[in-house]
């Protein structure tokens, strides 16, 4: 993800948070709450928060937020210095990112952090921390995307149960030498010059930046940092202790200023409120339900008992009956008698990978129909098991809208590297819930990101088609062909003004609607196989 417009992402995060997560209850067969979609609008307005917050840490998830300070000595008064945390023991968590004060400033430069094993207490080489997070965004001109409640920030990186933590974030030089791509700590770089492809096939000659069929492009010369992608050099050992102090890497001669009120978050994600398998909960771990639990399950009523922790999958027939019931009056003859739909896949709710509804606002917040999907990645790096996939959505969650200030997290569907799906932002996984995950172009489209990065490693093959089994189905309930091109209204962004109508893939990449490297390369030349996959599943 490597956006390059300053977006509005961020919440003022002065002091550490921990946040309480009530496990629900198992509720009763019920249809949706009276009222309950009453009080979102096609105007796409969100009210004031709902969420609630209490000190201290908690096993239901917590946020420590720790302010930089400088790591440079003897620089000039006016020379941006690096900042960073010196090697230290906090409390225990998973997933980390960086954010700031002013969501339209951007940080040009370089983080990378270093974390100590829980478990063993090893310290991990320095990981580089994606910065560029801007093309993840609400709209401009939003409820979601006004002034006074977001934060800048990067992407969050997951590094697994940790309590030891160093940082460093180096500004970038404003003269570098030509050709030099600055290395890490350990002797990790990223390679210089490095500029994804567009779709399946397309190539560019060196230096050149390759356009998306529609027109999207990305910065020459940029590559994406990943969470893998750092290491120690061979034969190193990597320190255990607290003692040893960080190493400032020289900075730049002259260096871009960093934003102000720099600010680590260590996310803790909090246990499941049901086992990560998927089983019963735990005896004795449920309280009572909270409403706004209970209208998250309600949502998907239609689809699944309320209280279920997964949609189950269904059959083509069983499939084109649910279409009926759900959209017959907006079926033509045509559509009825031959419904273009693939089979409902199996999809693990909220309640089933654990989230804590009391985060996000209480409200859902509707757009009136699905007629593309842009596909992601999250750039959390891949150091991650299948069986962590819940948490490293409550991290991606508690992340977006507790350090960033988000409503809610940003994508409508999330796929684990085994092609299990998950639903994202509340208000129902068969509804065209408003999104924010692709600046510029969240009406009318939903986000689907594969957790991982995939700049230089390539998805799994049980991912992409996991995205292909989806996208048929959720396309199919709004009468969209994968294969086909449709036109969306640009809310405003780097590559689109505000307003200008956009011929785009029904099935595109984030960069193909804002200049980005997001879903990264290996993601992004997946998508044709996954277009003309989705199709067949919808009979085409």
């Given at each position: 993800?490597?956006?390059?417009?300053?977006?509005?992402?961020?919440?003022?995060?002065?002091?550490?948070?921990?946040?309480?997560?009530?496990?629900?209850?198992?509720?009763?067969?019920?249809?949706?709450?009276?009222?309950?979609?009453?009080?979102?609008?096609?105007?796409?307005?969100?009210?004031?928060?709902?969420?609630?917050?209490?000190?201290?840490?908690?096993?239901?998830?917590?946020?420590?937020?720790?302010?930089?300070?400088?790591?440079?000595?003897?620089?000039?008064?006016?020379?941006?210095?690096?900042?960073g945390l010196s090697r230290r023991t906090?409390?225990?968590?998973?997933?980390?990112?960086?954010?700031?004060?002013?969501?339209?400033?951007?940080?040009?430069?370089?983080?990378?952090?270093?974390?100590?094993?829980?478990?063993?207490?090893?310290?991990?080489?320095?990981?580089?921390?994606?910065?560029?997070?801007?093309?993840?965004?609400?709209?401009?001109?939003?409820?979601?995307?006004?002034?006074?409640?977001?934060?800048?920030?990067?992407?969050?990186?997951?590094?697994?149960?940790?309590?030891?933590?160093?940082?460093?974030?180096?500004?970038?030089?404003?003269?570098?030498?030509?050709?030099?791509?600055?290395?890490?700590?350990?002797?990790?770089?990223?390679?210089?010059?490095?500029?994804?492809?567009?779709?399946?096939?397309?190539?560019?000659?060196?230096?050149?930046?390759?356009?998306?069929?529609?027109?999207?492009?990305?910065?020459?010369?940029?590559?994406?940092?990943?969470?893998?992608?750092?290491?120690?050099?061979?034969?190193?050992?990597?320190?255990?202790?607290?003692?040893?102090?960080?190493?400032?890497?020289?900075?730049?001669?002259?260096?871009?200023?960093?934003?102000?009120?720099?600010?680590?978050?260590?996310?803790?994600?909090?246990?499941?409120?049901?086992?990560?398998?998927?089983?019963?909960?735990?005896?004795?771990?449920?309280?009572?339900?909270?409403a706004e639990a209970v209208a998250a399950?309600?949502?998907?009523?239609?689809?699944?008992?309320?209280?279920?922790?997964?949609?189950?999958?269904?059959?083509?027939?069983?499939?084109?009956?649910?279409?009926?019931?759900?959209?017959?009056?907006?079926?033509?003859?045509?559509?009825?008698?031959?419904?273009?739909?693939?089979?409902?896949?199996?999809?693990?709710?909220?309640?089933?990978?654990?989230?804590?509804?009391?985060?996000?606002?209480?409200?859902?917040?509707?757009?009136?129909?699905?007629?593309?999907?842009?596909?992601?990645?999250?750039?959390?790096?891949?150091?991650?098991?299948?069986?962590?996939?819940?948490?490293?959505?409550?991290?991606?969650?508690?992340?977006?809208?507790?350090?960033?200030?988000?409503?809610?997290?940003?994508?409508?569907?999330?796929?684990?590297?085994?092609?299990?799906?998950?639903?994202?932002?509340?208000?129902?996984?068969?509804?065209?819930?408003?999104?924010?995950?692709?600046?510029?172009?969240?009406?009318?489209?939903?986000?689907?990101?594969?957790?991982?990065?995939?700049?230089?490693?390539?998805?799994?093959?049980?991912?992409?088609?996991?995205?292909?089994?989806?996208?048929?189905?959720?396309?199919?309930?709004?009468?969209?062909?994968?294969?086909?091109?449709?036109?969306?209204?640009?809310g405003g962004g780097n590559l689109y003004?505000?307003?200008?109508?956009?011929?785009?893939?029904?099935?595109?990449?984030?960069?193909?609607?804002?200049?980005?490297?997001?879903?990264?390369?290996?993601?992004?030349?997946?998508?044709?196989?996954?277009?003309?996959?989705?199709?067949?599943?919808?009979?085409?």
């Amino acid at each position: 993800m490597r956006g390059f417009l300053a977006s509005s992402i961020g919440v003022t995060c002065a002091a550490a948070l921990a946040l309480p997560l009530t496990p629900p209850a198992v509720a009763a067969t019920g249809r949706p709450v009276p009222g309950a979609e009453a009080a979102t609008s096609a105007a796409l307005t969100a009210g004031p928060s709902a969420r609630r917050e209490s000190a201290g840490p908690s096993a239901a998830g917590s946020t420590q937020s720790l302010p930089l300070t400088p790591l440079t000595r003897e620089r000039a008064a006016d020379d941006p210095a690096e900042q960073g945390l010196s090697r230290r023991t906090v409390r225990p968590f998973s997933l980390v990112g960086v954010v700031w004060d002013d969501p339209a400033a951007e940080l040009h430069g370089r983080v990378q952090v270093r974390t100590r094993e829980a478990a063993t207490g090893v310290w991990s080489g320095w990981q580089d921390v994606e910065t560029h997070n801007a093309d993840h965004a609400a709209d401009p001109d939003t409820a979601e995307g006004a002034p006074g409640r977001l934060r800048g920030s990067t992407a969050p990186l997951w590094v697994g149960a940790s309590n030891g933590v160093e940082l460093r974030v180096t500004p970038e030089s404003t003269d570098p030498e030509p050709g030099k791509t600055p290395a890490t700590g350990d002797g990790a770089s990223t390679k210089p010059g490095k500029t994804p492809a567009t779709g399946d096939s397309a190539s560019t000659k060196p230096g050149k930046t390759p356009a998306t069929g529609d027109g999207a492009s990305t910065k020459p010369g940029k590559t994406p940092a990943t969470g893998d992608s750092a290491a120690p050099k061979p034969g190193k050992t990597p320190a255990t202790g607290d003692s040893a102090a960080a190493t400032p890497a020289p900075a730049p001669a002259s260096a871009t200023p960093l934003p102000t009120g720099l600010r680590l978050e260590l996310v803790d994600p909090g246990e499941a409120t049901q086992d990560e398998t998927l089983g019963a909960a735990r005896p004795g771990a449920l309280q009572p339900e909270t409403a706004e639990a209970v209208a998250a399950s309600t949502a998907n009523a239609d689809l699944a008992a309320a209280g279920a922790t997964e949609i189950p999958a269904l059959g083509r027939a069983e499939t084109e009956r649910e279409l009926l019931t759900l959209r017959g009056s907006e079926l033509t003859a045509a559509q009825k008698a031959k419904p273009y739909i693939g089979p409902r896949p199996g999809i693990v709710t909220r309640r089933g990978w654990g989230a804590n509804e009391r985060w996000r606002e209480s409200r859902f917040v509707y757009t009136s129909k699905v007629k593309a999907a842009f596909v992601h990645h999250t750039a959390t790096g891949n150091k991650y098991t299948c069986a962590q996939a819940p948490s490293v959505i409550r991290g991606i969650y508690r992340y977006h809208v507790v350090s960033m200030g988000w409503r809610d997290i940003g994508y409508n569907f999330l796929v684990d590297k085994c092609g299990r799906i998950y639903e994202g932002r509340a208000g129902g996984v068969a509804k065209a819930v408003l999104g924010a995950h692709t600046r510029g172009f969240n009406t009318n489209t939903m986000g689907i990101a594969v957790l991982g990065t995939y700049g230089s490693k390539k998805p799994s093959k049980a991912a992409v088609k996991a995205v292909a089994r989806l996208t048929a189905w959720k396309l199919g309930l709004f009468g969209a062909n994968p294969r086909g091109k449709t036109y969306l209204t640009s809310g405003g962004g780097n590559l689109y003004r505000k307003g200008k109508n956009v011929r785009l893939n029904v099935i595109s990449g984030h960069r193909d609607g804002f200049s980005t490297e997001c879903p990264g390369l290996q993601l992004y030349r997946k998508l044709g196989s996954t277009r003309s996959t989705s199709a067949r599943y919808q009979g085409r």
